[in-house]
């Protein structure tokens, strides 16, 4: 029986504790005095390795990223984070030492990081480079942009951005390599793709598509790959 046999049937609703667990014994951290207590003090140069410029290392970082997550808020708070990816190089487009803009392509348009950053324009990015434990980290002050001359500059396949993300940097600092080292990710002998579903039939479970199974594997085929930068 494959993994997908297995998971073709939908789950059991989960019962009421397991949905609203009991959080009466928690011991919650609400001060940072109690954070500290439990984390301790950063080291100084936690602090001191904050930079707002671009060095000519970070823009060897930038164009080496194929890919980078988004963080947003909306004006209430809440968050979104969100991947994006395109070959190294074509990413992010260096305006100049504060200013990176990223490329857009043809997506789901529910556009939610996008949404926020018109009502909120603080965004964080995290710039990660294939087989690397160390990543860049940007936060800053975000705008979208609909055209530019730049965007020349980011075709991808013959295909301009639908839009750019231009992030005028606050801080930019590179983070340690802890998280991928315990996590082993870029160790293949811990890659299990196989042990979940595959996507149509996560899709088919999941999110009422109105698609039979059929017709979510070809879409999930090879037209979803050649539509990548044609919407």
Known sequence: MTTDDRN????????????????SAYTEITDVAALTEVLGDAQPRAWTKERTELTGIDRDWLAASPFCFLATADSDGRCDVSPKGDPAGRLVH????????????????????????????H????????????TL?????????????????????GHRPVLAVV???????????KAFLRSGLWQPESWHPGDLPRRAVIADRVENTGMTLGQLDEHYGERYREKLYRG
Not at 137 to 157: E, S, T
Not at 167 to 177: D, K, M
Request: aromatic letters at 6%; one cysteine or more; a neutral charge.
């Open 123 to 134: 965004v964080g990015l995290n710039f990660i480079v294939p087989g690397r434990g160390d």
């Open 8 to 23: 073709a049937a939908h789950p059991t609703t989960a019962d009421s504790d397991t949905l609203h667990p009991d959080t």
């Open 137 to 157: 980290r940007i936060n800053g002050r975000a705008r979208l942009v609909r055209d530019a001359p730049f965007f020349a500059d980011m075709v991808v396949k």
């Open 167 to 177: 992030v005028h940097i606050e801080q930019i600092f590179f983070h340690c390599s």
């Open 94 to 121: 260096v305006l100049d030492d504060r200013t990176i803009a990223l490329a857009e392509r043809p997506g789901n348009r529910r556009a939610d990081g996008y949404r926020n950053i018109l009502t909120n324009p």
